[in-house]
């Protein structure tokens, strides 16, 4: 059974601050990793993916990767209240189809 | 170009009622994805299709869920005799290759079975 966990929250941060988000998985051989937003009512929305140790930056998302600990996570800098939503963290393995297995997701809240 | 969509958008069903959720992937993508998402819970898989061919449906909770994409277009969800535990948001994801990496969700049909 392949899992995926991150803790629901809610993160609050104050605007400005960095959100830091995280997700562990639980299957070794995963090799691709995904970072959705959803906000509230609507569909999930990839903001990130990432395929390799490290960091990976985009704007004021920076995704990170250590598939040794099975640990990616999201940081948020400068984080605005337009960026309150569910953040789905989504890992696939290869064979098949990648099939997506999704976390439950971290609802993250941003006050001015 | 138009992105995935759904419909209806939402549907309320009595118990027992059979529902056909319908899904217009992006033009041109190869695979199409149904996802249920439970309210608080990420979305779960259901099944997959490349083109017409349904090559993976491990995720459909019961027989009474069926899905078909005879064209390799459009997709159709049906639930037969509808039942509380089926209220859910239906999504439908398609990608343009046969990976299912890079998935583009539709808005969702939200179904609400008293």
């Known amino acids: 059974q392949k899992e995926v966990e991150q803790n629901s929250g809610p993160l609050s941060v104050p605007e400005g601050a960095i959100a830091s988000l995280n997700c562990t998985y639980s299957?070794?051989?995963?090799?691709?990793f995904f970072w959705y937003r959803q906000y509230s009512g609507k569909s999930p929305e990839l903001i990130m993916s990432i395929y390799s140790n490290g960091d990976k930056e985009d704007g004021r998302f920076t995704a990170q990767l250590n598939k040794a600990s099975q640990y990616v996570s999201l940081l948020i800098r400068d984080s605005q209240p337009s960026d309150s939503a569910t953040y789905l963290c989504?890992?696939?393995?290869?064979?098949?189809?990648?099939?997506?297995?999704f976390g439950r997701g971290t609802s993250l809240i941003v006050h001015p | 170009g138009a992105g995935v969509s759904q419909s209806p958008r939402y549907k309320v069903a009595k118990r027992g009622q059979d529902v056909a959720l319908r899904c217009d992937p992006i033009s041109g993508h190869v695979s199409l994805f149904w996802y249920q998402q439970a309210l608080g819970q990420g979305p779960e898989f259901l099944t997959y299709f490349q083109n017409e061919a349904q090559l993976d449906k491990s995720g459909l909770p019961s027989d009474r869920f069926f899905a078909e994409r005879p064209e390799g277009s459009v997709s159709t969800l049906k639930i037969q005799r509808t039942q509380q535990e089926d209220s859910a948001v239906y999504l439908c994801?398609?990608?343009?290759?046969?990976?299912?990496?890079?998935?583009?969700f539709g808005p969702g049909t939200r179904l609400l079975v008293l």
């Open positions: 299957d070794r051989g995963s090799q691709s």
């Open positions: 989504a890992v696939t393995t290869p064979g098949g189809s990648y099939i997506p297995t």
């Open positions: 994801a398609s990608s343009l290759g046969r990976t299912g990496e890079t998935q583009y």
